[in-house]
T-cell receptor, first 111, second 119 residues
């Protein structure tokens, strides 16, 4: 399996519900970042969590990081139709500066 | 403040032709990265510039790909000759910070990407 693997691959929910996406990785990391990509658009940086942090909030986003399990989760609360997009986690390893991406979770929020 | 810009947004070329992609990073960002996503697979790292120097080019797939960043400002990625498997979306990203300062915890800001189609 790949570094930065997201779960589920696709998620469909109703507006107002919460959406949770998970990410697992294999190596030691410096930080983990979540990005969003709307169809045909570029990647938008959502949030960065450092390896010594366990939880971080930004607006309706909540990210957790468990380095012992090498996993992270992204929670979007009170989802909106505009949240429909692909979400990617990306890890930065301790030994370098590159980001390693997973294949993404396609989130669909139905109005 | 302008974000990362890429040109062109789309390019359709025939196998064997040459294409040059351009990336303008956010002003003042020393770090510039190229990534690509081919045929629905994961986004993969290609290379990393710090100013005008190649810091890490281990992700470049083969010698048909040439990246430059003369003067440490904008960067170009040339594919010559292009092959069918080169089709995909090529992303550029930039971040602040200098190698000596680590720069490892700075967000990478991505451009909109260039969609390359090789026929």
């Amino acid at each position: 399996s790949q570094q930065g693997e997201e779960d589920p691959q696709a998620l469909s929910i109703q507006e107002g519900e919460n959406a949770t996406m998970n990410c697992s990785y294999k190596t030691s990391i410096n930080n983990l970042q979540w990005y969003r990509q709307n169809s045909g658009r570029g990647l938008v940086h959502l949030i960065l969590i450092r390896s010594n942090e366990r939880e971080k909030h930004s607006g309706r986003l909540r990210v957790t990081l468990d380095t012992s399990k090498k996993s992270s989760s992204l929670l979007i609360t009170a989802s909106r139709a505009a949240d429909t997009a692909s979400y990617f986690c990306a890890t930065r390893e301790t030994s370098g500066s590159r980001l390693t991406f997973g294949e993404g979770t396609q989130l669909t929020v139905n109005p | 403040e302008a974000g990362v810009t890429q040109f062109p947004s789309h390019s359709v070329i025939e196998k064997g032709q040459t294409v040059t992609l351009r990336c303008d990073p956010i002003s003042g960002h020393d770090n510039l990265y190229w990534y690509r996503r081919v045929m629905g697979k994961e986004i993969k790292f290609l290379l990393h510039f710090v100013k005008e120097s190649k810091q890490d080019e281990s992700g470049m797939p083969n010698n048909r790909f040439l990246a430059e960043r003369t003067g440490g400002t904008y960067s170009t990625l040339k594919v010559q000759p292009a092959e069918l498997e080169d089709s995909g979306v090529y992303f550029c990203a930039s971040s602040q910070g200098w190698r000596l300062a680590g720069g490892h915890n700075y967000e990478q800001y991505f451009g909109p990407g260039t969609r390359l189609t090789v026929t």
